[in-house]
């Protein structure tokens, strides 16, 4: 893994299996260690998201060459993304070059528009190979991704993803977009059935919708997709929590379901294994905390209290809180931000699959009780 002269990853299209299997020590000092030569901190507070805040909390992190003081680093959450959006200079939003926008999923708020850069996208790509072997998908599986329309991060997914694989995967994937934004508009559920997909890759609180427009994809309407798609083998889902959910989707559709975790404001792709003992959060990828309830406030020197957060990779199994994101990223790295997601750490030990990342469940979105007080 190369740095370049702007402190920035060059990551390689496909990042190497054996990082997966890391003793946690390994990978908690790798991250620390990526956190501080992919240089976040410095490049974090130039962008008008952190900067202000940070100056208001007394810290100069654009100077700051160690992350001793980690703790007296204000949150960021998604109303202060909207409102660094939404006031100038936007060219200060972000802090490399941005190749592609995508906005996120949230019903009835002004969305949030998060800019990858080509570091970003290759590592979107990464992740996508990794889901892949994660899953055990295998040689010329097709590929049936119903995912919504632009600008949303699922829509460049499946073509980021073709051409990973024909770049480094070596799978020979093969993709049928589709989206329910275009049911009335194309044929593609009866294509998709012409085609026999073995994957269906979709958004959860669309599986409803898709159950019936799959089963009446063919010429002889089905009693179930299983029945119409009898090729489908591997499901992953994203958006929300597949629990409890899980059965009655693996009986419909007639595959093993899988919970994935997408998130917008960067590339994270966390992703269940076959053991489907909770997501698999990497660590090479992000810094991971939680806040936890319980948890004595942390008050610095003349800042206000917030809520103290634990790293994941240090806090106890089963404790359940908002996940906090600090992502090594290059058009705009998160530095402790809160995600809104709440999560449980299922476990820190080595997982049945051989994987050692720390396992979590998605147990959904914090509620504004919830949200407001603990801000
Ligand atoms: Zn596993």
Known sequence: MALSTKGEYRLPLELDPSL???PLEELVRLGQRKLFE????????????????????????ERQTSTAAWASIPYTDGHDW????????FTRFFVGQPRLWVSNHSRGRARKWAPYGDQDIILLMSLALRLARVVGLQPDDRILTVVEPSPRVGN??????AEADGLAGGLRLEFIPGSLAMLAHNNWPSFAWRRNPTVLFSRLDEALTLQQALSQAGPTPCASVAEAFPSFRVGLFFGEPLDPKREEIRRSFGLEAFSVYLLAEFPALAVECPAHNGLHLWLDTCFPEIIAAGLPAWKGKGSAPQPAALPLAS???NLEGELVLTTFGQALPLVRYRTGDRIR??????????RTHPRIQILGKLNEQELATTR
């Open 315 to 317: 806090a106890p199994d």
């Open 82 to 89: 909207l409102t660094a959006q939404a006031n100038g200079p």
């Open 20 to 22: 997966e299997r890391l």
């Open 345 to 354: 750490l299922v476990s820190k030990a080595p997982c049945l699959c051989g």
């Open 156 to 161: 460049p997914l499946p073509y980021l993803w």
């Open 38 to 61: 992919s240089q976040v901190l410095q490049r974090a507070s130039r962008s008008t998201l952190y900067a202000r805040r940070w100056r208001e909390a007394g810290l100069h992190l």
